[in-house]
T-cell receptor
Framework: SQQGEEDPQALSIQEGENATMNCSYK?????LQWYRQNSGRGLVHLIL???NEREKHSGRLRVTLDTSKKSSSLLITASRAADTASYFC????????????WGAGTKLIIKP | EAGVAQSPRYKIIEKRQSVAFWCNPI?????LYWYQQILGQGPKLLIQ????????DSQLPKDRFSAERLKGVDSTLKIQPAKLEDSAVYLC????????????FGPGTRLLVL
């Protein structure tokens, strides 16, 4: 079953602009993770935010977590053509045996 | 460190044939996952191993899918017989401590069933 739901399903922006993707989930979590998947390739772990954290940064990435609203956002600043990919949020739910539950992803296209 | 290795990268078979995928996780990673990813969807967990024991295989279609992790290292996933709806990318991932530090994925095996 899919717990995470990303919004929007697809996003197209100009290079240099910021891209924001949102994720909503249903149950209590230990942490929430964001992954990137380039076309035809495996998933790459981008960032993990724990349930007691509200914001986390990694390079051009900024993730926020609002456990009261069961939602997270991923911001990519100063986007580049190489950021074109699908982005997935995955939740490590409490009592889940370390399983991740995945959303359907946001397809991000950066136009040069 | 070397990443998660998978083979083959691509496989085309006819329905009712058998196919097997292989995965070598990152050295020292105790947890290994097999996922099925259908085009346009997120990954769906098929089976999770902790060392050589099965933690969860509730979403594995056991009438046709099987998986093993001998000696708690390499793993194989088999489909026998394959159906058209099995066309997907099969991803293997491993993690050191459950999901506390994230999962590391292999490149996947793209399966097409004709």
């Amino acid at each position: 079953s899919q717990q995470g739901e990303e919004d929007p399903q697809a996003l197209s922006i100009q290079e240099g602009e910021n891209a924001t993707m949102n994720c909503s989930y249903k149950t209590s979590i230990n942490n929430l993770q964001w992954y990137r998947q380039n076309s035809g390739r495996g998933l790459v772990h981008l960032i993990l935010i724990r349930s007691n954290e509200r914001e986390k940064h990694s390079g051009r990435l900024r993730v926020t977590l609002d456990t009261s609203k069961k939602s997270s956002s991923l911001l990519i600043t100063a986007s580049r053509a190489a950021d074109t990919a699908s982005y997935f949020c995955a939740t490590d739910a409490v009592d889940s045996n370390y399983q991740l539950i995945w959303g359907a992803g946001t397809k991000l296209i950066i136009k040069p | 460190e070397a990443g998660v290795a998978q083979s083959p990268r691509y496989k085309i078979i006819e329905k009712r044939q058998s196919v097997a995928f292989w995965c070598n996780p990152i050295s020292g990673h105790a947890t290994l996952y097999w996922y099925q990813q259908i085009l346009g969807q997120g990954p769906k967990l098929l089976i999770q191993f902790q060392n050589n024991g099965v933690v969860d295989d509730s979403q594995l279609p056991k009438d046709r899918f099987s998986a093993e992790r001998l000696k708690g290292v390499d793993s194989t996933l088999k489909i026998q017989p394959a159906k058209l709806e099995d066309s997907a990318v099969y991803l293997c991932a491993s993690s050191a401590r459950g999901n506390s530090l994230g999962q590391y994925f292999g490149p996947g095996t793209r399966l097409l069933v004709l």
